[in-house]
Structure formats: structure tokens, C-alpha cells
């Protein structure tokens, strides 16, 4: 199995500032079409998980644009760009490219 | 607009069996693969398996292999997750999602408590 592993576990920021998450991959996560299906996800407290970006930098609709990915191969990153009160929550990535499909083990974004 | 509703909360005892559902509206129901997920208490995300309700093939994690089954009824757009013997490990919540194009369902706690 693909295994991702994400740093920090935890993340304070202050309003206003930047977020960087990482997501690494124990193998490439580039699949036999071209495409590498890397997501990441946002799961606010009491809600279920919700796309922000797929195959690595893909805003999916209606993500802020304050929102971005990067990476390839087996290194990825979610950035945000100016933090607000409503991004708290946990952040995973998740692997598409290959079954069994996995995720990261999540980062918790909190203000400090 | 592509949305998915699970069943509601379950409260079972441990060696009981039980099936959960996710019933799936707004597109073709065949065409895309739709999966479960589990999240226990205060923990992470962890995929349990997949199917494809056009052709019904079905993959699952090691970790699930053999202690679930995923099913679909195309015929009704909805898939299920059922256990056939509960242990009190199994209390969590279980999503399911389409993974393509983002799609979850709200959630289905399942609490087993002797």
C-alpha cells in the first residue's frame, strides 16, 4: 500500500498568515495515464470531509483561490495563502492513483 | 447536483449484523466508483474500499478485507456497507463518497455497545 505521510501534525497560525502543509508519498504517485491523482482535503469539526484540490493543483469549485497545491512525484504541498478563522479544521491528502487509495495521517490547523 | 444520503444512526450490539446505505442522486450512478470510509472517534481518515456499481467490482483495504462487504443496487442508485458479525472496535463514523468530483455523504454513526 501507498502510505502518505503529512507534516506537522499540527499547525498554529495566526490570522492573516500563510499555511504550508506537506504530503509525502511512499512511491511515485504518478499513474500509467500521466495523471498524478494526489487531493487534498479540509474536514471542519462536525463535518465531512470536503475537496479543495485535486490532481496535485486543481482547485476543485468553489475553493477559495487563497487555496493552492504543488509537487509531483512523491512530494506535495497545500498552501494557504492568508489563514482565516473558517480554514480551522484537518487537512488530509489523499492518494487516487493506486488501489488500495489512502490517506495522509492529517494536519490540524489551529489559530493561534 | 450530485448528492449522496446515508441512513441514519445505528446502535447494535457486538455479533450482530447490520447494513448501512448511501443512496446517490444528480448523475449516472454507474459511472462512477463510489467509496467508504471510516473515522473513529477523534481519529483520521481511513479508506475501506470501492465499487464500481456498473459492473459491480469491488476493491477493498487489507485492513477491511474479510470484515465488510460493499455492495450497490443499480437499480435504486445506492451502495451499502454491511458487517455480518459487529465487534465494539466497529463503533465509528462511515462515510461514503464519490471521489470523483468530491461528493460525500453527511455520515453514519454506528455505535456497538453491549
Known amino acids: 500500500d501507498i502510505v502518505l505521510t503529512q507534516t506537522p501534525p499540527s499547525s498554529p497560525v495566526t490570522l492573516g498568515q500563510p499555511a504550508s502543509i506537506s504530503c509525502r508519498s511512499s512511491q511515485s504517485l504518478v499513474h500509467n495515464d500521466g495523471n498524478t491523482y494526489l487531493n487534498w482535503l479540509q474536514q471542519r469539526p462536525g463535518q465531512p470531509p470536503r475537496l479543495l484540490i485535486y490532481?496535485?493543483?486543481k482547485r476543485f469549485s468553489g475553493v477559495p483561490d487563497r487555496f493552492s497545491g504543488s509537487g509531483a512525484g512523491t512530494a506535495f504541498t497545500l498552501k494557504i495563502s492568508r489563514v482565516e478563522a473558517e480554514d480551522v479544521g484537518v487537512y488530509y491528502c489523499m492518494q487516487a492513483t493506486q488501489f488500495p487509495q489512502t490517506f495522509g495521517g492529517g494536519t490540524k490547523l489551529e489559530i493561534k | 447536483e450530485v448528492q449522496l444520503v446515508q441512513s441514519g444512526a445505528e446502535i447494535k450490539k457486538p455479533g450482530e449484523s447490520l447494513k448501512i446505505s448511501c443512496k446517490a442522486s444528480g448523475y449516472n450512478f454507474t459511472e462512477y466508483w463510489i467509496g467508504w470510509v471510516r473515522q473513529m472517534p477523534g481519529k483520521g481518515l481511513e479508506w475501506m474500499g470501492i465499487?464500481?456499481?456498473?459492473?459491480?467490482?469491488?476493491k477493498y483495504s487489507p485492513s477491511f478485507q474479510g470484515q465488510v462487504t460493499i455492495s450497490a443496487d443499480k437499480s435504486i442508485s445506492t451502495a451499502y456497507l454491511q458487517w455480518s458479525s459487529l465487534k465494539a472496535s466497529d463503533s465509528a463514523m462511515y462515510y461514503c463518497?464519490?471521489?470523483?468530483?468530491?461528493?460525500w455523504g453527511q455520515g453514519t454513526l454506528v455505535t456497538v455497545s453491549s
Open positions: 490532481k496535485v493543483s
Open positions: 463518497a464519490r471521489f470523483t468530483g468530491g461528493s
Open positions: 465499487i464500481y456499481p456498473g459492473d459491480s467490482e469491488s
